[in-house]
């Protein structure tokens, strides 16, 4: 079955410590990776992808296909990254169909 | 606000009531899809069109839900005789096909603000 784990609710850190959200799936084939972040009062955005391998607001994630993992990661935390992230899955060969999203994690960064 | 609008922003409804929610996605976008997301979960998938053909739907959408996009442009999601265990936030994506060199199509999906249903 096609599944997201996010193991985390809820992770607290101090500004400037390191950040690492956790993103396990399970899925038979090959897959495309999502992180989705909504800040308060915001609508659920796109943050970054696998295939873009880009940096977006000094965040990354790396695909681990023999660990099925795609862990977010910052080095230096910022509060305004203080928001509720979901990790996603699209199967890659039906790219465009449904999204299958984890229990997302919220992310809490106090000075 | 040239993204994905969604009305009502807020819906309270009593039970076996029918409710119906409007999705207007990014216009050029020929991808709409539905979702419902629950307190403390992800959104999950209900439903979702190109175009104005429904292409899959999820086994959560029961026989009370139905969804249209009659002109490939707007889409609206109906539950009928509605259920407490219906009241959830309702989400609306749109997407477009593009192309990553390398790595082939990619969609990615913009969300409206969705319609919280409350049914009491």
């Known amino acids: 079955a096609q599944r997201v784990t996010q193991p985390e609710k809820l992770l607290s850190v101090f500004k400037g410590a390191p950040v690492e959200l956790k993103c396990n799936y399970s899925?038979?084939?090959?897959?495309?990776l999502f992180w989705y972040v909504q800040y308060s009062r915001q609508r659920l955005q796109l943050l970054l992808r696998?295939?873009s391998r880009e940096s977006i607001k000094g965040f990354t994630a790396d695909l681990n296909k023999g660990e099925t993992s795609f862990h977010l990661k910052k080095p230096f935390a910022q509060e305004e990254d203080s928001a509720m992230y979901y990790c996603a899955l699209s199967p890659r060969n039906q790219a465009g169909t449904a999204l299958i999203f984890g229990k997302g994690t919220t992310l809490s960064v106090s000075s | 606000d040239t993204g994905v609008s969604q009305n009502p922003r807020h819906k309270i409804t009593k039970r076996g009531q029918n409710v119906t929610f409007r999705c207007d996605p990014i216009?050029?976008?020929?991808?709409l899809y539905w979702y419902r997301q629950t307190l403390g979960q992800g959104p999950e998938f209900l439903t979702y069109f190109q175009n104005e053909a429904q292409l899959e739907k999820s086994r959560l959408l029961s026989d009370r839900f139905s969804a249209e996009r009659p002109k490939g442009s707007f889409s609206t999601l109906e539950i009928q005789r509605t259920e407490q265990g219906d009241s959830a936030m309702y989400l609306c994506?749109?997407?477009?096909?593009?192309?990553?060199?390398?790595?082939?199509?990619?969609?990615?999906?913009?969300f409206g603000p969705g319609t919280r249903l409350t049914v009491t």
């Open positions: 899925y038979s084939g090959s897959p495309e």
């Open positions: 994506a749109s997407s477009l096909r593009s192309n990553i060199p390398g790595t082939g199509d990619s969609y990615e999906q913009y």
């Open positions: 696998h295939i």
């Open positions: 216009s050029e976008h020929n991808r």
